[in-house]
């Protein structure tokens, strides 16, 4: 297993690798030798560790339709989170995409996908505005689309229920709504982040951020060791 992480100002990311017993992690002091790991077929996955954050958007001028999905934990249950990078998910053929990708990644860990698509109001606030007709209509649409292929479920508002129900991908209405979530759920009330996967590139990788704590950037090696793991099965 070859796993690459970018090292920037922040020396956590030392102190995380210096926490695994195997050898083969590398690291890469610039976004150019990161996103060559990205490519190279020797290296099983990638970690943005403490790098800036255009990190994201030099690897979206490569591969444009990629997004991110944070995996998160609460009280022992692991679930994605989707999107959450604020330019993300504009349309509901954006949105199938991520509800395969996601399901496939969660396949990956050796879990059935449990799929909640969250809406902008309750079932009886259609009427209140076009928005929300609109977002309420598209996660109908879709979840007649996907209910023969997953186990799907459309929570309207209440992601409360998604969460109580242990839904394992949690789909926001876009990624301005998703990022605000996942600050609430990580920046507020400290549920565990292992970082944002971005899908849609050749070698996995996780996003984090350059202010991650030393636990934080073990979190994202834990995540992508396992996920490899499960890949080579």
């Known amino acids: 297993m070859k796993i690459a992480i970018g090292l920037g100002e922040n020396k956590n990311v030392v102190e995380a690798i210096e926490r695994f017993p195997f050898d083969d992690i590398v690291i890469a002091k610039t976004n150019k030798e990161l996103l060559d790991y990205i490519e190279d077929p020797t290296v099983d996955g990638v970690i943005r560790g403490s790098l800036e954050s255009n990190i994201i958007k030099d690897l979206r001028c490569k591969y444009p339709h990629i997004f991110r999905a944070s995996v998160l934990q609460k009280d022992g249950h ?17 949105k199938r995409v991520i509800i395969e ?37 598209e996660c109908e649409e879709l979840t007649h689309e996907f209910e023969d292929k997953y186990d799907i479920k459309h929570y309207y508002i209440l992601i409360e229920e998604a969460i ?23 920046l507020v009330s400290g549920i565990t982040s292992y970082g944002a996967l971005t899908l849609r590139q050749p070698n996995l990788f996780i996003d984090t951020s350059r202010s991650q704590t030393t636990q934080g950037y073990v979190n994202a090696i834990e995540l992508i060791s396992h996920l490899i793991d499960s890949k080579n099965k």
């Open 101 to 137: 990708e996601s399901a496939k990644v969660i396949e990956m860990m050796g879990i059935e996908p449990k799929i909640a698509l969250i809406s902008g109001g309750r079932r009886q606030d259609k009427g209140r505005s076009s928005k929300i007709d609109q977002s309420i209509d």
């Open 164 to 186: 109580k129900d242990q839904a394992n991908i949690i789909i926001a209405p876009d990624g301005i709504i998703g990022n605000i979530i996942f600050r609430s759920l990580v």
């Open 78 to 94: 692991v679930f994605l989170l989707t999107p959450v990078g604020i330019d993300e998910c504009d349309t509901k053929k954006a």
